[in-house]
Nanobody
């Protein structure tokens, strides 16, 4: 069993900053790519940023230059530093981890339950 848990969401004013964290734990053999996705009210889930085990990153155009993704491989943890936040960044942010379960030795995609980020004055 693998658990993915996000933390760090909340309410912030426009122009402010927040840092999200996500840790994968449990029966993990290895974690490859990790990433952040978000879903705004009434919209579908969209990619925010991803990072491979070798620190190759990919960002949505809407967050480039404002958000930074990073990870700690030893802790199976990924972070999302969000600066210059805008009201349109308001969404539930989901963490995704692609890895191999040590109990089944098969590749799986694991999702967290989400963390709400609200950008409002």
């Amino acid at each position: 069993q693998v658990q993915v848990v996000e933390s760090g969401g909340g309410l912030v004013q426009p122009g402010g900053s927040l840092r999200l964290s996500c840790a994968a734990s449990g029966s993990i053999f290895s974690i490859d790519a990790m990433g952040w996705y978000r879903q705004a009210p009434g919209k579908g889930r969209e990619l925010v940023a991803t990072i491979t085990r070798r620190d190759l990153t990919n960002y949505a155009n809407s967050v480039k230059g404002r958000f930074t993704i990073s990870r700690d491989n030893a802790k199976n943890t990924v972070y999302l530093q969000m600066n210059s936040l805008k009201p349109e960044d308001t969404a539930v942010y989901y963490c995704r981890a692609d890895g191999i379960s040590s109990s089944t030795m098969t590749g799986m995609t694991y999702w967290g339950k989400g963390s709400l980020v609200t950008v409002s004055s």
